[in-house]
């Protein structure tokens, strides 16, 4: 058997992969969770072969949950199944150690399928997004990535400087640095630049 944990905040999408999942002879939803931080803890717990998550979460996204579980050595393999086709989000994802990413709207044998094949150490992957996640590189850094989200978010100056232990001014310099590298005229219009990339 197959032993899958599926990260989902919509309960009607977390409920019908699970129930996809669930009618495979040799699949077995082992655990349901509704946000990152709750996967990473039943990923330690449950220890699944295979992890099912979205991207956008509450608390933890599904690209740094990868990216925590990869740091962990965590013998996990990851697919993320996400409505977001951005070359941007594919690149970190592949970055993070993801061994699948799959959109939502695939149709639903493929989805066993790519357990299956991910389960046997095989890398699955659209591979029309494959080829346009490479084409255009992101240009922030990680930290850069951090301050515009926290922007992006309304936090002030301050409020950025005081969550990422930095100075105010070290702030404004990864926002202007950020900006500036995306050809933006601000700080809202830098984020939403990132944001439709995936890069944010």
Do not use: C
């Amino acid at each position: 058997m197959i032993r899958v944990l599926i990260a989902e905040d919509q309960a009607l999408v977390l409920g019908a992969l699970a129930a996809l999942l669930e009618i495979e002879g040799d699949i077995e939803v082992v655990g349901q969770a509704r946000n990152g931080a709750e996967a990473l803890d039943m990923v330690g717990r449950l220890r699944p072969d295979v992890l099912l998550t979205d991207i956008e979460m509450p608390q933890m996204t599904g690209l740094d949950l990868a990216a925590e579980l990869k740091r962990q050595q965590a013998p996990v393999r990851v697919i993320i199944v996400t409505t977001f086709a951005r070359q941007g989000y594919l690149r970190r994802a592949l970055e993070a150690g993801v061994s699948g990413y799959l959109l939502k709207d695939s149709p639903a044998a493929q989805l066993a399928d790519a357990v299956r094949r991910v389960h046997a150490g095989l890398r699955v992957v659209d591979p029309e997004l494959a080829s346009e996640a490479w084409a255009t590189a992101d240009p922030l850094t990680d930290r850069e990535r951090q301050v515009l989200r926290l922007a992006d978010e309304g936090s002030s100056g301050a409020e950025i400087a005081g969550k990422l232990s930095l100075s105010e001014g070290t702030v404004r310099n990864y926002l202007s640095e950020a900006i500036s590298k995306l050809g933006a005229s601000n700080r809202t219009e830098a984020a939403r630049m990132a944001r439709q990339k995936g890069w944010l």
